[in-house]
């Protein structure tokens, strides 16, 4: 692949920023540069921030139905650079090419679905008196902070996109600095798309892109995807300029409960999938802890075994692999320590290292890795991995199985597996989190709020609650 500078976009011109210095982006395949982007700086953010302050209004003042054919033509445009995107993004970021289409379909999906929802930004009036009426309003807050992680850097680009536009915002989206380069294919559709200012794009560090960012006292609302220990200094920061409104979509560590009437074939192919081994489980949804009675503990242990040892490790640009690298040596490292802790703490039944093979000697490879034998009060049990983890924990007690099931920080998703539909929703009741799966794993349906709670995240997403939750609500009063 050639060589590939990445460009920013603010005020609606490409440019490569006003730092003159770039982060470079690594093959995590290969351990080979692939291109570079600007590292941002706190001026180009100030400059993105001003140019989204002026195109504001205008944007604002636009039907609705002139923001919905432009997040219409938006969606058009992501579907027509779909292939150029998918070799990039398998490139640039790890995720395997066989399976970027989805997130390409998501992307798109996002802009239309937001473009179909727009009319449903509605107020209310309320006819308390004959001399009087009260109304509500709905409004944008105006210049919106996204900061978007590096596991679907195009797909998180784009969706987090969606909703602000739809009510009326002017976004400026902060790239992640290891996997940058799809950015800046959305740069030059929204270039093409959008009116200058409308969508401006930053790429650089947290410090000092993120960070000033969530100071800005300009931006009044801000998203953001990644972890929680980013989301909590984000939220710091974000207090020190101004009162914000500031959602956040942060880790989990999701319980997979399975009952003694399951089946425990598709109970440990549901944990397969919700692991999301495309990704190397570098999913914020990832089904990594599978808490299964014990009576059924032996079956599932088998079961996930013959699946992960079939599991074809490779480059991610390669058709033929299931899962290809992590996104960064610095990230792998990370996920290596904790599996260490792990192989002292309970009992590795595969994977823990690289992958078998000269192949694997470059990049950023580690083989899936299954652990059982593991308590509740083992670090491999309470900290996120996001890498291809799992393990696996056996109950008798459902009272006990549930405190197992909340025994984390996290409250993302959980899923569980029964035939008795009675045993099935008191668990869902009980599990503390924003998101349970019923004899499934990692279902998304857009319409229905997906986030997480506790340290999980705050707020809603895809759905009706994420466009409202860009606007704000003014009431107006008449009389008569």
């Excluded at 998703?413 to 008191?426: E, G």
């Excluded at 998101?435 to 995240?457: K, L, Q, Y």
Aim: hydrophobic residues 45%; proline residues 4%.
């Amino acid at each position: 692949m050639e060589y590939i500078t990445c460009p920013m976009l603010i005020g609606g011109e490409l440019t490569y920023g006003s730092g003159g210095e770039w982060i470079e982006s690594i093959d995590p395949s290969t351990e080979e540069p692939l291109g570079r982007a600007p590292a941002g700086t706190a001026g180009d953010v100030n400059a993105a921030v001003a140019a989204a302050k002026s195109a504001q209004h205008a944007w604002a003042e636009t039907t609705i139905w002139e923001r919905r054919d432009m997040l219409r033509q938006l969606a058009a445009a992501v579907r027509e650079r779909a292939e150029d995107v998918a070799r990039l993004e398998a490139a640039d970021g790890g995720n395997t090419i066989a399976n970027l289409g989805n997130d390409l379909f998501k992307s798109a999906n996002q802009f239309e679905y937001f473009a179909g929802l727009i009319s449903e930004i509605k107020g209310e009036t309320m006819n308390t008196l004959s001399s009087g009426m009260h109304m509500s309003w709905r409004v944008p807050y105006g210049v919106v902070g996204r900061i978007v992680p590096f596991n679907h850097p195009f797909m998180f680009a784009t969706a987090s996109c969606a909703a602000p536009l739809a009510a009326g915002n002017c976004v400026v989206l902060k790239t992640p600095e290891t996997s940058p380069l799809s950015a800046g294919i959305f740069a030059e559709i929204c270039a093409r798309v959008l009116p200058a200012g409308v969508v401006n794009i930053v790429s650089g560090y947290g410090l000092p892109v993120g960070d000033t960012i969530a100071r800005h006292a300009d931006v009044r609302r801000i998203g953001f995807t990644g972890s929680v220990r980013t989301g909590l200094a984000i939220q710091r920061a974000a207090a020190e300029s101004a009162i914000k409104h500031v959602t956040l979509e942060l880790g989990g560590k999701n319980p997979l409960i399975v009952f003694p009437d399951a089946d425990p074939v598709k109970a440990a192919d549901a944990a397969i999938a919700g692991m999301n081994f495309a990704w190397a489980g570098q999913s914020c949804g990832s089904t990594s802890r599978v808490l299964v009675h014990e009576s059924l503990r032996a079956k599932v242990t088998e079961r996930l075994v013959e699946r992960m040892q079939a599991i074809r490790v490779g480059n991610a640009s390669d058709p033929a692999s299931d899962m290809g690298p992590l996104n960064s040596a610095a990230h792998r490292d990370r996920v290596q320590a904790l599996v260490d802790i792990g192989k002292r703490e309970a009992t590795l039944l595969m994977g823990g290292n690289r992958p078998e093979g000269a192949q694997f000697d470059r990049g950023f490879f580690m083989a899936p890795t299954l652990f059982t034998d593991v308590t509740a009060d083992m670090t491999i049990a309470r900290e996120e991995a996001f890498g291809p983890v799992i393990t696996i924990q056996s109950w008798t007690d459902e009272d006990a199985m549930i405190a197992m099931a909340n025994g984390t920080e996290f409250g993302l998703t959980a899923s569980l597996f029964t035939n008795d539909i009675t045993k099935a929703l008191r668990t869902a009741a009980a599990v503390e989190s924003g998101v349970t799966n019923i004899n499934g794993a990692r279902m998304h349906f857009v319409g229905a709020p997906f986030g997480g709670i506790r340290n999980s995240g705050l707020g809603g997403e895809e759905c009706l609650e994420e466009l409202l939750s860009y606007t704000e609500t003014r009431s107006v009063h008449i009389t008569l």
